[in-house]
């Protein structure tokens, strides 16, 4: 995965972590702001149903007018429906009363509903019955029990509802920090691995720069060497014996290697310059095929389609003989070599498929890594080449098992 990548996922998710955590945070403080308000609602009836008992006494004992208690009657049953129906009260929003306390609810609103009946009652009596008031404050006092027994459960819930705020909050700075210092661990970790890039990519530039020099002054002594051995054979080969001209075929392909090796090296090193042009893909097949020496034992099955391909045709043969030779060369030059070419919407896809042993699972990752080679005289240059232009077409490459193939997708 891109570092940028990973600093994205990190930041997405911490920003899901801040949002997850404010959301739950706030519906609990509105739960707790909640429950708080019902508990000075439903404590306020406390206060309602004794002011109503006591309107109701002094109407009893001072004043034949009835107006207060109904009144009173009134403000208490106010209260007891606010409590359950919630709304508005002094600019501030109460919502209704959570269904695991309506059953307490109503029990309140039966002593109510009892306690008016009976008042209502006794009011419009002629007479004064002593059992009647008995009554009346024994339902009073039932209500304000209800009252209190409702408030007590509420106040327990805003407890609970305050404790769980308390360590959520706890829990979530936990969370934000932990998430906060992944994302400076990683950035560092980021930042490092460019710095090592950096003075990696130095350090090539370099070596690439010496590279060519040594290439170049290494090529010159060569040439002189093949001209000379090229004479040495044109003016002697019928005095040579069997002996001098194994020797001299030897330091001939010896030299080939070697030029091979150096045009390899400034190949990589090289800056490419894409000339892209449409193609056929039969052209480009029946060319490198031509120029290569195909055993007889490797049966290669060519595509079923002729598709045209946007590339830079010369360096894109360069990139179809690698990878072919290489095909050829896994099979141990004995077994099936499948090409096919298809398109979809974008890309152009390339697949060079073979009957050959499968690259062990452990070099996967390094087969197009710099230098890496498991042959004897290969110089680990090959793929990455072939990467660098499949890339710089803006293009990709890679290997997959199963079967074994080499998969190169190219921009239409």
């Given at each position: ?7 994205t996922?990190?930041?997405i ?13 706030v519906s ?23 002011s ?5 006494d ?15 009657l ?14 508005i ?16 609810w ?17 009011i ?32 327990s ?6 404790s ?9 700075a ?43 002054d ?12 090229d ?59 031509e ?16 598709l ?7 360096q ?40 050959g ?6 070099e996967?990752?390094?087969l ?9 005289e ?11 232009i499949?890339?710089?077409?803006g ?15 190219l921009?239409?």
């Open positions: 995965m891109k570092p940028s990548l990973k600093i996922l990190l930041v998710t911490q920003i899901i972590i801040i949002l997850a955590s404010f959301l739950t945070l609990i403080e509105n739960e707790k702001t909640n429950l708080g308000n019902l508990v000075n609602i439903s404590g306020k009836t406390r206060f309602l149903a004794l109503a008992q006591l309107d109701f002094h109407y009893v004992r001072e004043d034949p007018s009835h107006t207060e208690i109904k009144v009173s009134k403000e208490l049953e106010k209260n007891i429906l606010f409590i359950k129906d919630g709304g009260v002094d600019r501030l929003y109460v919502a209704s009363l959570p269904l695991k306390f309506h059953e307490q109503n029990d309140m609103y039966f002593h109510f509903t009892n306690y008016e009946k009976e008042v209502l009652g006794f419009e009596s002629d007479e004064i019955n002593q059992n009647q008031l008995v009554k009346i404050q024994s339902i009073n006092d039932e209500l304000i029990h209800s009252a209190d027994t409702l408030t007590n459960s509420i106040s819930d805003l407890s609970v509802a305050t769980d705020l308390i360590y959520l909050q706890i829990f979530f936990i969370i934000n920090i932990v998430a906060h210092v992944g994302l400076i661990f990683l950035i560092l970790r980021i930042f490092e691995a460019h710095q090592r890039e950096l003075l990696k990519l130095e350090k090539f530039s370099n070596i690439g720069e010496m590279t060519a020099s040594f290439v170049h290494i090529r010159n002594p060569l040439t002189i060497i093949q001209h000379s051995s004479i040495l054979n044109a003016r002697n080969s019928q005095h040579f014996s069997d002996s001098d001209k194994k020797a001299i075929e030897k330091t001939n392909q010896a030299i080939k290697r070697i030029d091979s090796h150096l045009t390899d090296t400034l190949d990589y090193l090289r800056e490419r310059r894409i000339r892209k042009e449409h193609v056929k893909s039969s052209l480009l097949i029946s060319n490198i095929l120029s290569m020496l195909i055993p007889p034992s490797v049966q290669i099955i060519m595509p079923s389609k002729d045209t391909i946007n590339c830079d045709k010369f894109f043969e360069r990139v179809l003989t690698n990878l072919v030779k290489n095909s050829i060369e896994s099979m141990s030059e004995k077994g099936k070599m499948v090409i096919s070419i298809e398109e979809d919407e974008k890309n152009t896809i390339i697949k060079i498929m073979d009957s042993m499968p690259i062990p699972p452990a996967i990752d390094k197009f890594e710099p230098l890496f080679t498991t042959k004897q290969g110089t680990g240059l090959g793929l990455p080449i072939c990467k660098n499949v890339e710089s077409h293009g990709t490459i890679e290997y997959q098992d199963s079967p074994k193939s080499f998969i190169i997708k921009p239409k």
